[in-house]
């Protein structure tokens, strides 16, 4: 079992930045890979940025350039540096976990970025 706590969401003004932290607890040995997915209101959740345990990373097209996702081996924890926020960046942004057999979820963060 894992166990993830997000956090960082909060409420700024278009073109702003936030930092999203993901922090793992648990059998993280296990873990292949941390990253972030986001679902606004009406749409389907979906992919902004992975990081696996190698190192590489992947970006959705729509943050690519203005987004970062890094990790703090140590702290077991994963970050979303995210700049040059738009309108259509809100969204409650969850913490993933894939282990060996399934994915863990955070319990969300809400992003609002206003125009």
């Known amino acids: 079992q894992v166990q993830l706590v997000d956090s960082g969401g909060d409420l700024v003004q278009t073109g702003g930045s936030l930092r999203l932290s993901c922090a793992a607890s648990g059998n993280i040995l296990s873990i292949r890979s941390m990253g972030w997915y986001r679902q606004a209101p009406g749409k389907q959740r979906e992919l902004v940025a992975v990081i696996f345990s190698g190192g590489s990373t992947n970006y959705a097209d729509s943050v690519k350039g203005r987004f970062t996702i890094s990790k703090d081996n140590i702290k077991n924890t994963v970050y979303l540096q995210m700049n040059s926020l738009k309108p259509e960046d809100t969204a409650v942004y969850y913490c993933?976990?894939?282990?060996?057999?399934?994915?863990?979820w955070g319990q969300g963060t809400q992003v609002t970025v206003s125009s």
């Open positions: 993933n976990v894939l282990g060996p057999s399934r994915m863990y």
